[in-house]
């Protein structure tokens, strides 16, 4: 394990190692996979997005064999977090979305891990999946698709899924169908890059001429003018040309903060469609499939209990069957329904709701135009600080958890909790507008509205 997180820490430099993995990240090698737990939703999705290769490529050196990773979600660990780590945290995530990097190349494509096939299907996620059905089946009806949710509920699954099915297809010419998948960050920084190296013509000539088009965090886009009136260019070549584009975002276009109002309009013309936190019969069917990939025997009423308890997202319950596999090994392969109600105790007392602290944030974070790193770093800039309050408040409205428990969560105090909560109920209580900075300048909202707004999209 030492040797593996060394090779890591060479690989990612040091000042990114002690950031996302030497305090509040435990990680772990065990029966051919690495093991990565995590604090939160946000530090997750960092790490599959931008170190999940890195990780991949030090274990398997290790190892001497091939590594899977696997993220899950454990916020006991969020009290290992300092403020510092989490103020460092936020400058990494300011530095790489705003493109900063003056020779950095452009990311590689990720792996697309996912198929179709292997999507769970229930109430809760049926209508995005029949439309990337649709989006496959050639029959033209969806043209353009905007899914949004919660973290970790299957978006990411869907877009490469559709694009994972259009790689072994031909186009009506007889040629393979041109298709991109590309996070917002990747279309940011290729646009960046291709500006700074006047390769304009060849960055659009990349993307215009696809069949396909699938865009994931698009929410990552917010506040980022240039690159979204580059954006709309794109989206216009393709619609105009009748090809396809697949959007993927933590919340609904009209509630990412900054965003053209131009783009709005693109994304709210075609369907969007919302996939929401699984149902019980259909966190049954994923514990069901994840327990025989991990060849994990579990009896009924182990995986009741799980289904009956982790509620918000398809990662936190992969996760939890991670942690049960790990156990496993110590108990001879044989798991209780005391062992399991013993292992998840922690993680139920902080998550004991169908939405969590992760969910909140992200969708505080869009609507602001800013990270959920920032929402947990030390940072006071009146737009961040608004953003807390609001987050902190609609954790208390929204989940189980204590004032105490909010704050481990997001890095603060209790009193810092406290205080939010009663600043917000007298800006509510008097009928206030909140106003935040932007890039264009100030907005100011009536409280009362955007707490509506986010009520709807939390759900």
């Known amino acids: ?99 900063r990097a003056r020779h950095r190349a452009p ?3 990720p792996t697309l891990r996912h198929t179709l096939d292997e999507f769970v299907v229930g109430e809760c996620n049926e209508l995005a999946y029949q439309a990337a059905k649709s989006a496959v089946s050639g029959a033209g009806h969806f043209s353009q698709i905007f899914v949004h949710g919660p973290c970790g509920v299957g978006k990411t699954h869907l877009l490469q899924g559709i694009c994972n099915t259009l790689s072994r297809r031909d186009g009506k010419d007889g040629q393979p169908l041109r298709w991109r998948y590309v996070t917002g960050e990747q279309f940011t920084n290729e646009f960046i890059v291709a500006v700074r190296n006047r390769k304009g013509n060849e960055f659009r000539n990349r993307y215009r001429g696809l069949d396909l088009l699938a865009i994931d965090d698009v929410h990552f886009l917010a506040a980022k003018r240039a690159t979204q009136s580059e954006f709309l260019h794109t989206f216009n070549a393709i619609e ?39 149902d019980k019969q259909t966190r049954m069917a994923i514990l069901k499939r994840k327990a025989k990939q991990l060849k994990l025997k579990l009896n009924t009423d182990v995986l009741e209990y799980i289904a009956l308890h982790i509620r918000a997202s398809v990662r936190e319950l992969e996760g939890t069957l991670v942690k049960l596999s790990a156990l496993a090994a110590l108990e001879n392969g044989k798991i209780t329904l005391e062992i399991t109600r ?81 600043r917000l109920d007298k ?33």
Request: contains cysteine; hydrophobic residues 40%.
């Open 342 to 422: 013993d292992a998840l105790a922690d993680h139920l007392a902080q998550t004991d709701s169908a939405v969590t602290l992760g969910d909140i944030e992200a969708v505080v974070a869009a609507f602001f135009g800013i990270t959920p790193a920032d929402i947990h770093s030390s940072r006071r800039t009146h737009t961040v600080s608004v953003a807390r309050m609001i987050a902190m408040s609609l954790g208390r409205r929204h989940t189980r958890m204590s004032f105490p428990e909010i704050g481990r969560f997001m890095g603060k105090n209790h009193s810092s909790v406290v205080l939010a909560v009663q």
């Open 107 to 109: 990311i590689k494509s």
């Open 240 to 278: 105009a040309a009748g090809k396809q584009i697949i959007l993927a975002s933590d919340t609904h276009p009209r509630l990412v903060g900054e965003l053209n109002e131009q783009l709005v309009s693109r994304f709210i013309s075609g369907l969007v469609v919302k996939i929401e936190a699984p």
């Open 1 to 99: 394990m030492r040797d593996m997180l060394s090779s890591l820490q060479e690989s990612i430099g040091p000042q990114k190692f002690n950031a996302w993995f030497k305090h509040g990240t435990s990680v772990s090698i065990d029966d051919g996979q690495v093991k990565v737990a995590v604090p939160n939703p946000f530090t997750a999705n960092w790490i599959e997005q931008h170190y999940q290769s890195d990780l991949a490529a030090s274990a398997t050196l290790c190892a001497k064999k091939p590594m899977q990773v696997v993220v899950s979600i454990d916020p006991s660990l969020s009290g290992q977090c300092s403020k510092r780590k989490l103020d460092i945290q936020a400058d990494i995530v300011s530095r790489t979305t705003q493109g």
């Open 427 to 459: 800006v509510l209580a008097a009928k206030a507008e909140l106003n935040w900075n932007t890039p264009v300048g100030t907005k100011s909202m009536p409280a009362a509205d955007i707490l509506k707004l986010m009520d709807e999209q939390i759900g």
